[in-house]
Structures are given as structure tokens and as C-alpha cells.
């Protein structure tokens, strides 16, 4: 359960754009990294990265399975291509709908309003996660 949930969450960063978010997780949770360095690598400040974390945290159920749940699919969130364009200042525009969107709030916006299309794109990060295993 553990690993669909994030997935999913994985898969609405990357296409909120923000898909150097998880290898920024995996450098801060796994490998020791600062939060401010592993944040600085993706784009991200340290207190978003911070809060991704503790939502990964309450995903799983605590830091063990988290980390297990992104060495695994973090390498694999590059098959998702974003689908919204930064704009100006802050914003961003969802390449779905239209609709112009705070940057810090375009993972949010694919969840709520194109679950459909997060949910096709956890898929290719489990399938790609999958194959990466068989490969072993």
C-alpha cells in the first residue's frame, strides 16, 4: 500500500514539474545530505523538502519503509514528462486544463483535478520500478 501511495505522490510532483524532488528525497533521507543541499539540487526550498518528507513519513508509516518506498521509485520518476509549464514569477500553467496555478501548488492541482491522469503515471513509475527489479 505503501508503495502505490507513493507513487502517486511521486507521480504528481514530476508532473507538477518537480520530479528532482524525489532523488532531492532520497539524497536527504537516505544518502545524509542537508536539506538545504539536497533542496538546492531540485529547485526546492529546505522546508518543502522537509514537508515532503514528513509526508512520506505518514505514507508508510515511518522513515524505514519511506526510504525503501524511494529507492526503489525514485529512479524511475523521470518516465513521467511534467504537464505544466512554468511561467512567470510563480506561476505555472497546466498544460491539461489551462488553468494558471501556484507553482508550490501544482502537485496538489494534478491530484485534485487530473487524478486520472496521476494515477497513469504512478503506474509507469511502478512498472518502470518493476522492471528495474527483474533486471537484478
Known amino acids: 500500500m505503501c508503495i502505490r501511495r507513493v507513487a502517486r505522490y511521486l507521480a504528481a510532483l ?10 532531492a528525497l532520497l ?27 514528513r509526508r512520506l513519513y505518514e505514507m508508510c508509516g515511518g522513515y524505514a519503509r519511506a526510504v525503501a518506498a524511494l529507492r526503489l521509485l525514485a529512479p524511475c520518476v523521470g518516465v513521467v514528462e511534467p504537464a505544466v509549464e512554468r511561467g512567470r514569477h510563480q506561476y505555472a500553467l497546466c498544460s491539461v486544463c489551462g488553468e494558471t ?25 511502478i512498472a518502470c520500478a518493476k522492471s528495474r527489479l527483474h533486471r537484478r
Not at 15 to 23: I, M, Y
Not at 39 to 51: F, K, N, Q
Open 101 to 125: 496555478v501556484p507553482v508550490d501548488r501544482a502537485a496538489q492541482h494534478m491530484e485534485l483535478r487530473h487524478p486520472d491522469l496521476v494515477e497513469e503515471a504512478a503506474a509507469e513509475v
Open 14 to 23: 514530476a508532473l507538477a514539474g518537480r520530479g528532482a524532488a524525489a532523488e
Open 27 to 53: 539524497l536527504y533521507l537516505d544518502r545524509g545530505a542537508s536539506a538545504r543541499d539536497a533542496a538546492a539540487d531540485a529547485g526546492v526550498t529546505p522546508e518543502a523538502l522537509r514537508s515532503m518528507a
